[in-house]
């Protein structure tokens, strides 16, 4: 039997609501788990997600959603000052093109105010197109809250679990929890490869699976069902790109087509939404592309398929009720649920860290502040954000801060090795943390490259080198192998 | 009376070729536009042959595998041997590109040349 | 921060930058080639296979020969090498050009150049860019990048293909993943004809009983982790039907789906791009709008022949050179050139009148004989060229005179029409 490691708080699921949590918790005298079953965190629902902080016109108050919202929105400039993500306030405008539709806004514009949204405003066309210029001609009016933003939501996820294991997490990848015991007032996790842990208290973080989760613990019996959304992300050179998100007027469960100026300078058109029975679903269809690139020019005409660079999908975990779940088991103790955590789970995440904090304070947790926090990550340096003196200098210390691997974002070798040995060994990890294979080719120039030196640094053999872990190699076998093999 | 089709590789024109045979195994080549193209479809029934090319593994790390060819074509049944003799080679640097690798393969006189060279490893 | 002055500094080492180089250095200029690689050579290191060179070198040459071949040429001319250096920034600045180039060797190094030749290649089309549906997995990768993998590293990308394109570089792919063990279980095509010469569909598909699946499409890729199957579909009226649909278990697929041009630093400094060939528009000395910035090989236009990229960049460097001993040409009207009926595009996009110009084109239309004409805008024929077999995938070249453009008036426009006179049997 393996050694069992004994935590305060174990979280299951590294997305933006567990890794929100450990990032909270963190800064506290405790010992944390984070367990995450893929290869690397942020790998389920959170690296599909469309990167928008919400302004919070949507939800009314009475849901935890909608207050929670509007908490996590007002947190970000100083989570990316301690953090160093990629974010940008830039406004997010609703386009109404009827009369119709105007009535749906001026229903938004109430929430709004409700919701206390600082600055929000009620827009007659010309305001509209002033305020943004891509906007088809057909709009009739619309709102503008500019306290909305985006934010990169992978390099996000990555940051707050930076940090906390700074300040001490453990982060346990390629860790699915298969079992949980209760057992002289401790839960006792067991993983898909025998490893075990013990904790005083859980918190289902588990986004798709979190009613699996709650399952293994024999806690409350709900069903989570996944609702997919695929994203079709544009050239950085597409003239379609708006200084605004540009939202539609809502339709039922969602809130439809969006035109989004990602951080990075990319346009990315959609979601869909719809509900899909596989929650490992992350395929993409042609009816949905047609659908999006319809809807999506009718907002922005420069909307082009032509420059289209890739596209993805991801499911929200829905759930009946429509509201998150953030509550203590009723079923068994010392487990936290934080489930059915979709939109708008980004926006509202630095607050449920918060929340989940003080629940489990309820619970009986002890929160003493730790003496000598870690607050702010060190900067991470980027070749395409610096000056070419800024990288020559760098480059007096270390060559590899001028040896380009992917032309496409600019990334060097230097940022690509720091991902490797920050834990991030598969294509996608180093994907989503450096941008590298991100750009124009999709990494048809710089995969052979990263795939060295994911080999160089952890000493994996190119063959085993995946794209995201488990049985996803890259590369299946070497020539004259087999001969080499009959050999001997 | 048998009939065989091929479209000829001789030239990038690509004719296609009708080639018929009757019951003495004597051929009848129509569809080429010019002689090279009929030699081509008697060879194509009698000895078909194809120059191969391929990767040989070579004993260094930073160039693993150089490219070969050989020099002329090669009766098509004997690739296969060819390639698994090639593939379980352990080239020496240094090596220049025109080196004979194998002379006169299983006595066809074909010959497997290096296409490309390589220096000592420096490292 | 090192500074560097340069003649004529080329952006790129394969073909087109390795035959441009050597002639601008044998004319006695300070000749600079920069690329991201180790070793120079391009693509052409990649593709052991047979069939270069038999214009320029008349010899059948592998790719690394015909790149050795130039190589020797190249440094025979003094001819400077800057490797594994990526350039980062181009812009003009004054009359000369600076380039901002990032290497693990000298750091960042500002290079001004009197004149900039454009040779950066073509990057693939990828999956992403036609919204194949399906799962993102692995197991999903170009022709190129699985023939860079093959051929240089000796990786093999898996043990069981489907190859989407019917172009050369995918049925290549198809006898060299074949000759290394891998099963490949089908080619797939969209349009009715392959895109291919036919003697590759004969070599590389019919020598090993590989089905070519005409009209056909992509409905999916499945698979969790790794590709476990690929769906595909017959085209009725453009759109898949379904009722037909296919699903082939294999783990890998090759998209051999198109090339695009890499003229991301030339956008970058204000070179217009051409949307029908995706390269820059190119004046008869294939200069770009951008005076002292030419362009040639497969980042102006994508070639089917090595030789012609020689020949189109040995003509951009000796226009370079004029270029750079010369001073800035004269302010010239040069007669506009445009591709009319069945033609898809032509290049360059001008013509100096009196100077002799190849032009190089290609046809839209597939037929077994064809005129080529070229009109002044008043309808006179200026030349008339019979081809054969003519075909997308195979580009046509025609020479106009100088004689003939000289005798046009300044306000002439050169028209490039193609005549079938028989279709090409399907």
Request: hydrophobic residues 40%; proline residues 5%.
């Amino acid at each position: 039997m393996e050694k069992m490691e004994n935590y305060d708080v174990a979280i299951i699921g590294a997305g933006v609501s567990g890794a929100a949590t450990a990032y909270t918790l963190s800064r506290y005298e405790l010992r944390i788990a984070l367990l995450e079953k893929a290869a690397d965190v942020g790998f389920g629902v959170s690296k599909a997600n469309s990167g928008i902080v919400h302004a919070g016109f949507h939800y009314p108050l009475t849901t935890l959603k909608g207050r929670l919202e509007i908490l996590g929105n007002l947190m970000f400039e100083k989570m990316q000052y301690e953090l160093g993500f990629p974010f940008r306030r830039c406004g997010i405008v609703v386009a109404a093109f009827s009369e119709e539709e105007m009535k749906e806004v001026r229903k938004l514009y109430q929430r709004g105010l409700e919701n206390h949204v600082p600055r929000i405003e009620l827009c007659d066309r010309e305001r509209m197109l002033h305020l943004e210029p891509k906007l088809s001609p057909e709009v009739t009016g619309g709102l503008y809250a500019p306290n909305g933003g985006v934010v990169e939501p992978y390099r996000y996820v990555f940051a707050l679990t930076e940090l906390a294991k700074l300040n001490g997490v453990e982060l346990f990848t390629n860790c699915e929890i298969v079992r949980a015991e209760r057992k002289n007032g401790l839960w006792e996790l067991s993983d898909d490869s025998g490893r075990l842990f013990r904790a005083k208290y859980a918190v289902n973080a588990a986004g798709l699976y979190a009613d699996e989760v709650s399952r293994i613990f024999g806690a409350e019996e709900f069903k989570i069902v996944p609702r997919k959304g695929e994203e079709f992300l544009l050239d950085r050179n597409s003239k379609a790109y708006p200084s605004k998100v540009i939202f539609p007027v809502p339709t039922g469960h969602s809130k439809g087509v969006l035109v989004i100026p990602t951080v990075e300078g990319t346009t990315m058109v959609g979601p869909t939404a719809e509900i899909v029975e596989d929650k490992q679903d992350t395929s993409t269809t042609r009816a949905n592309f047609k659908q999006v690139f319809t809807l999506a020019k009718k907002m922005v005409p420069a909307v082009s398929e032509r420059e289209l660079i890739t596209s993805f999908s991801g499911s929200r975990p829905s759930m009946a009720g429509e509201d998150f779940l953030i509550e203590p088991s009723k079923k068994v103790p010392g487990l936290i649920h934080a489930a059915g955590i979709q939109s708008p789970g980004l926006t509202a995440s630095p607050a449920i860290g918060g929340y989940i904090r003080d629940l489990l304070k309820e619970q009986g947790l002890e929160l003493r502040e730790k003496t000598n926090v870690v607050r702010s990550l060190p900067p991470m340096p980027a070749v395409r954000n610096m000056s070419p003196e800024e990288a020559d200098l760098l480059h007096k210390d270390d060559p590899a801060w001028t040896r380009i691997v992917c032309r496409c974002e600019s990334v060097s070798e230097a940022e690509i090795v720091d991902a490797i040995r920050k834990g991030h060994t598969t294509l996608d990890g180093i994907k989503f943390y450096t941008r590298a294979g991100m750009g124009r080719c999709q990494g048809g120039f710089c995969s052979y490259r990263i795939i060295k030196l994911i080999a160089r640094e952890t000493g994996m053999t190119p063959e085993e080198v995946t794209r995201r872990g488990r049985t996803g190699t890259i590369l299946r076998g070497r020539i004259g192998a087999e001969e080499k093999k009959n050999e001997n | 009376m048998k009939k065989h089709t091929r479209i000829c590789i001789v030239c990038p024109a690509g004719c296609h070729l009708e080639i018929l045979e009757d019951d003495n195994g004597e051929f009848t080549v129509s569809g080429n536009t010019c002689p090279r193209g009929k030699t081509y479809a008697l060879n194509e029934m009698r000895d078909p042959r194809r120059v191969v090319t391929a990767v040989v593994p070579v004993n260094s790390e930073k160039t693993p595998y150089l490219p070969v060819k050989t020099d002329a074509p090669l009766p098509v049944p004997l690739i296969g041997r060819l390639l698994k003799k090639l593939y379980s080679m352990r080239l020496a640097l240094p090596a220049k590109a025109g080196m004979v690798l194998i002379r006169d393969f299983e006595g066809t006189s074909v010959n497997v040349v290096l296409t490309r060279g390589a220096e000592e490893q420096e490292r | 921060m090192k500074t560097e002055n340069v003649d004529i500094a080329v952006i790129g080492a394969g073909a087109a930058g390795l035959s441009a180089s050597s002639v601008c250095a044998r004319a006695g200029l300070r000749t600079l080639v920069i690329d991201r690689e180790e070793t120079p050579g391009g693509v052409l290191l990649q593709c052991i296979h047979n069939g270069f060179g038999l214009h320029y070198f008349h010899e059948e040459l592998t790719g690394p020969e015909y790149a050795e071949r130039l190589l020797e040429k190249a440094r025979a001319a003094g001819v400077e090498f800057r490797m594994e250096s990526a350039v980062m920034k181009l812009r003009e600045l004054g009359n000369e050009k600076e380039l901002t180039v990032y290497s693990g060797a000298d750091g960042v190094t500002i290079i001004h150049a009197k004149a900039v030749i454009l040779a950066m290649g073509c990057r693939e089309r990828s999956r992403g860019n036609l919204a194949i549906p399906g799962d993102r997995v692995a197991g999903v990768i170009t022709a190129g990048l699985a023939q860079r993998f093959l051929n240089i590293d000796g990786f093999l990308p898996g043990s069981s293909a489907v190859i989407v394109g019917s172009g050369d570089i995918g049925l290549i792919m198809a006898r060299r993943l074949t000759w290394c063990g891998i099963q490949v279980k089908a080619v797939v095509e969209i349009l009715p004809y392959p895109s291919g010469l036919s003697r590759n569909i004969a070599q590389c598909l019919d020598d090993f009983h590989i089905p070519l699946r005409l009209s056909t499409t992509v409905t999916g890729i499945h698979g969790r982790d790794r590709v476990e199957s690929i769906g595909i579909a017959p085209l009725v009226n453009g759109e898949p039907d379904l009722s037909r649909e296919e699903i082939i278990p294999c783990d890998t697929v090759l998209f051999s789906v198109g090339l695009i041009p890499e003229n991301e630093l030339s956008r970058q400094c204000g070179v217009e791009i051409n949307p029908s060939t995706n390269g820059a528009y190119v004046d008869g000395s294939l200069m770009t709008g951008v005076p002292g910035i030419f362009a040639c090989g497969n980042v102006l236009h994508v070639h089917d022949l090595v030789d012609f990229v020689s020949e189109e960049a040995e003509n951009c460097a000796a226009n370079a050179v004029s270029y750079v001993k010369g001073g800035p040409p004269p302010m010239e009207k040069q007669l506009r050139a445009s591709a009319a009926d069945n033609l898809s595009y032509v290049v360059p996009n001008a013509c100096r009148r009196g100077v002799t110009t190849r032009f190089y084109m290609r046809p839209k239309v597939l037929c077994r004989r064809a005129e080529l004409l070229v009109k002044n805008g008043d309808g006179t024929v200026l030349l008339r060229k019979k081809l054969q077999y003519v075909k997308p995938a195979e580009m046509i070249t025609a020479d106009l005179p100088g004689e003939t453009s000289a005798a046009c008036p300044d306000t002439a426009e050169l028209r490039f029409e193609l005549r079938p006179e028989e279709e090409a049997k399907a």
